[in-house]
C-alpha cells in the first residue's frame, strides 16, 4: 500500500501515487492554492486541540448531531472536544467531524475500532487528523 510522507495533491487522488496530471478541476485549484501558499494549516483558528489526539470521522448522516457523534465516539475513551463541521451559511452538518480524545491511547482505539462503525444508518471512516501533521496538506475545500 502506497503512503505519503508529503501530501501531494495530485498524488492524492491517485490509485498507486504515480498520476503526474491534474485529474480534475478541484485537484488543479487545490494544487493551485498549496503552491501560491493560500493555505496555512497552523493560523486555521478553528484547529484547535493536539493533533496526536484527534480523528477525523466521515461520512456522517446530514442528520447527525454533536450529541450523536459525542456519544458515539464516545465508546473509545473520553472525548476532550469535538466539532461537526457545519455549513458557514445553511448551519447544516457537512458530514464529517473531528474528534478530540484526552490521550492519544484513546485515539488510537478510536481509529481501529470505530472505523467502518454504524452512526445514525451510515457506516463512518475513521483517519488520523492530517491538518498539522502531514506537511503539504491542504483541505480539499480548498480545491473545490
Avoid at 447544516?92 to 481501529?112: C, I, L, N, P, Q
Wanted: overall charge negative.
Amino acid at each position: 500500500v502506497f503512503y505519503a510522507d508529503k501530501y501531494h495533491p495530485i498524488q492524492a487522488g491517485s490509485i498507486d501515487g504515480t498520476d503526474v496530471a491534474p485529474h480534475d478541476n478541484a485537484v488543479l485549484r487545490a494544487l493551485l492554492c498549496s503552491t501560491a501558499g493560500l493555505y496555512d494549516p497552523f493560523g486555521d483558528p478553528k484547529a484547535a486541540g493536539d493533533p496526536y489526539c484527534t480523528v477525523f470521522v466521515g461520512h456522517l448522516s446530514r442528520l447527525t448531531d454533536d450529541d450523536t457523534v459525542r456519544k458515539a465516539m464516545g465508546r473509545y475513551g473520553k472525548v476532550k472536544s469535538m466539532r461537526l463541521v457545519r455549513d458557514i451559511v445553511t448551519g447544516a452538518s457537512r458530514g464529517y467531524a473531528f474528534v478530540e480524545y484526552e490521550t492519544d491511547k484513546e485515539m488510537h482505539r478510536a481509529y481501529e475500532d470505530a472505523h467502518h462503525s454504524i452512526i445514525d444508518g451510515s457506516e463512518v471512516i475513521v483517519d488520523y487528523y492530517r491538518q498539522q501533521l502531514m506537511p503539504g496538506w491542504i483541505p480539499r475545500r480548498l480545491g473545490m
